[in-house]
């Protein structure tokens, strides 16, 4: 167990609603990924951080944004949210010690519908 | 850019036999990192094994292995003595070797895995 929840694990919202996922770690990773998984596309990365207040853009990150004020919670927020958003989305956290240094443990992931 | 290709969007086994999934990657790096990750229906990431492309041994994990060629580009999963706990999305992944700082995974889109009696 890594260690790694996401909140909410289910959501559905309407069109242009604001929505705001949250990852929580406990191990004390220094890296925190959010992607996002559709079908024919595999995961794909949204945005990144490498430490507090620094984030970084992934491959798919127009309507979305991140925020990390705390070593622990890494949040993804969609400001208007879209029906192309609907997807299931996974944060993830990369040990940078020991012998698991190369390894990207994964959340439970959100299922979000938009509407 | 780097690319990941799996070409078999799904595949069949009966239990106890073996299977082999394949994964194709493009990449201009001469070191980096491949990975399979299974995804039963609970929709968890798994990391099922993991290759560093500079190791000219191949990696195995119990009934896991993989067949790494470099020069062909290719990294394919074998599941040896398949069991029905196997059935699940499987993909494949491929990392830049970047110490000290963030790296993306590429992912492949995935592989259906599907085990009958």
């Known amino acids: 167990d890594a260690g790694i929840t996401q909140s909410p694990r289910h959501k559905v919202t309407e069109t242009g609603t604001p929505v705001t996922l949250r990852c929580h770690q406990t191990?004390?990773?220094?890296?925190m990924y959010w992607y996002r998984q559709d079908p024919g596309h595999g995961l794909r990365l949204i945005h990144y951080?490498?430490?507090?207040?620094?984030?970084d853009k992934g491959e798919v990150s127009d309507g979305y944004s991140v925020s990390r004020s705390k070593t622990e919670d890494f949040l993804l927020t969609l400001e208007s949210a879209t029906s192309s958003q609907t997807s299931v989305y996974f944060c993830?956290?990369?040990?940078?010690?020991?012998?698991?240094?190369?390894?990207?443990?994964f959340g439970p992931g959100t299922r979000l519908t938009v509407l | 850019a780097q690319t990941v290709t799996q070409s078999q969007p799904e595949m069949s086994v009966q239990e106890a036999e073996t299977v082999t999934l394949s994964c194709t990657y493009d990449?201009?790096?001469?070191?980096?990192?491949l990975f399979w990750y299974k995804q039963p229906p609970s929709r968890q990431m798994i990391l099922v094994i993991r290759?560093?492309?500079?190791?000219?041994q191949n990696a195995t994990e119990n009934r896991f292995s993989v067949n790494f060629q470099k020069a062909a580009k290719s990294f394919s999963l074998k599941i040896s003595d398949s069991q029905l706990g196997d059935a699940a999305m499987y993909f494949c992944?491929?990392?830049?070797?970047?110490?000290?700082?963030?790296?993306?995974?590429?992912f492949g889109t995935g592989t259906r895995l599907q085990v009958t009696l």
């Open positions: 992944a491929y990392r830049r070797i970047n110490t000290g700082t963030a790296s993306k995974l590429t």
């Open positions: 990449t201009s790096e001469s070191d980096y990192y």
């Open positions: 191990e004390n990773h220094r890296y």
């Open positions: 290759q560093e492309a500079y190791k000219q």
């Open positions: 951080s490498y430490g507090v207040k620094d984030t």
């Open positions: 993830a956290i990369q040990d940078h010690r020991g012998l698991s240094y190369n390894e990207q443990f």
